[in-house]
């Protein structure tokens, strides 16, 4: 379970507070397949890189699995973003000199040893993305959904708890959007993963879905706060 409690996150451009979540509170359960909606400013995304210690609130407690992120020292924070959790960004953030089969092991490019152990593991999970006859392929050779396909590929080769995706599908059209998607709910089914996507199309939300609702920095529908 994730519990945000009273969260704050204020951002500073020279002598000026900007504030971006004023006191949000919420709770996703375990295993859900949540959705973030809310409109551009709103804190969604800033919601979403503080589940993932991507950066510290100004305020306020997060926990997840009952461990208050604000106790964690470093080194467990690291190991908590490299082992448990996965992120899927809007941009695909690939490297462009890399295959589609090295581009979902670059977490662990530094580490031979972990390469040669993972790549069988990486280039089953290509093929379960789709892509087994794209494996070779850099980033310039693929379509944006297919992009998108290996940086999801890249997210689960650690197999994480959490899954944290940051409007998916913003780069790519109707049709793609809807196929990453569909390939997102068939893995979350699959593996039992809990996962939170940010998204601004409404048109990917089925009626069973989770959906907290963030404006200027609330939670717009309280109900809904405590899945």
Avoid: W
């Avoid at 996703?28 to 973030?36: A, N, P, R, S, V």
């Avoid at 297919?146 to 109707?174: C, F, H, M, Y």
């Amino acid at each position: 379970m994730i519990i945000v409690d009273r969260v704050t996150k204020t951002y500073r451009r020279g002598t000026v507070e900007i504030p971006v979540l004023r006191g949000l509170s919420c709770t996703i359960e375990k295993g859900t397949f949540t959705i973030i909606v809310g409109p551009s400013g709103s804190g969604k995304s800033t919601l979403l890189y503080l589940l993932g210690m991507l950066d510290e609130p100004s305020s306020g407690e997060i926990s997840i699995g009952g461990r208050k992120l604000s106790t964690l020292d470093d080194r467990t924070r690291n190991h908590m973003r490299r082992d448990e959790i996965g992120f899927v960004f809007q941009s695909f953030n690939l490297l462009g000199n890399l295959s589609a089969v090295d581009n979902v092991l670059a977490p662990f490019l530094t580490n031979p040893r972990d390469v040669a152990e993972k790549r069988p593991a990486a280039m089953s999970l290509l093929k379960d993305v789709g892509l087994g006859d794209r494996l070779d392929h850099r980033p310039a050779e693929l379509s944006g959904g297919e992009q998108q396909r290996v940086a999801i590929a890249r997210a689960l080769l650690k197999r994480p708890s959490l899954i944290l995706a940051d409007e998916p599908t913003g780069e790519l059209d109707s049709e793609n959007g809807a196929d990453i998607f569909r390939l997102l709910r068939t893995l979350h089914t699959e593996l039992a993963t809990t996962v939170v996507i940010v998204t601004h199309d409404d048109r990917f939300l089925q009626a069973d879905d989770p959906v907290l609702e963030i404006r200027d920095g609330m939670i717009a529908n309280p109900a809904a706060a405590e899945l």
